[in-house]
């Protein structure tokens, strides 16, 4: 399997519940993203990750809380969550590193979130 | 951080040129301009970006403005395939991999 992959592609969760997003890429890049896209919104940086580690955090709520084991897999774990919060979210991946910075990012196909 | 300009919307026929237009007045001299690609529910999609000089590649031609106030991506002939979101971002040479997205550009190819 190559590129970036996120699961589950769709996801139904009340405000209590907990749940987590899952994205794993194939490419062998060091940095990981998550974004979010809203309804007839641009999409939203929320958290970057480097060498498994956070390098920013977009004022993001505490109900989304990432996991970066290690530079393959990147988590995002939801817990009460608002209906505001149902949107689309991406993961992207790039090359990462210092020198190796080209802009150019790998998106998953993204994970539909619903919050009743 | 400097900001694009881009039209909400642009339609074109199957298998004609299409240029897409964005306008960055405020432009750094190390912006970067990328261009993004967003086909119906997929992740955006690298396209091409550049610096000061016109890039070609497989996809698509860059063309940069000489005082790089604006930029122009062109699909040769555009192909259903080619409906989407396109963005146009520009990316300050130091950070990193870092992308802000606008609203783009909505593509509507007619066949």
């Known amino acids: ?116 | 951080d400097a900001k694009t300009t881009q039209p909400n919307s642009m339609e074109s026929n199957e298998e004609e040129p299409v240029h897409l237009p964005c306008n960055h007045s405020t432009i750094s001299g190390t912006d970067y301009i990328h261009w993004y690609r967003q086909l119906p529910s997929q992740g955006p999609e690298y396209v091409i970006h550049g610096l000061t000089s016109n890039v070609n590649n497989r996809m698509a031609s860059l063309a940069i403005a000489e005082d790089r106030k604006s930029s122009t991506l062109i699909l040769h002939r555009a192909t259903l395939r080619d409906a989407a979101v396109y963005y146009c971002i520009l990316r300050p040479r130091g950070s990193g991999d870092k992308l802000t997205f606008g609203t783009g550009t909505r593509l509507a190819v007619r066949p």
């Open chain 1, 1 to 116: 399997e190559t590129g970036v992959t996120q699961t589950p592609r769709h996801l139904v969760m009340g405000m209590t519940n907990k749940k987590s997003l899952k994205c794993e890429q194939h490419l062998g890049h060091n940095a990981m993203y998550w974004y979010k896209q809203s309804a007839k919104k641009p999409l939203e940086l929320m958290f970057v990750y480097n060498f498994k580690e956070q390098t920013e955090n977009n004022s993001v709520p505490s109900r989304f809380s990432p996991e970066c084991p290690n530079s393959s897999h990147l988590f995002l774990h939801l817990h009460t969550l608002q209906p505001e919060d149902s949107a689309l979210y991406l993961c992207a991946s790039s090359r990462g590193g210092a020198g190796a910075f080209t802009g150019e990012l790998f998106f998953g196909e993204g994970s539909r979130l619903t919050v009743l």
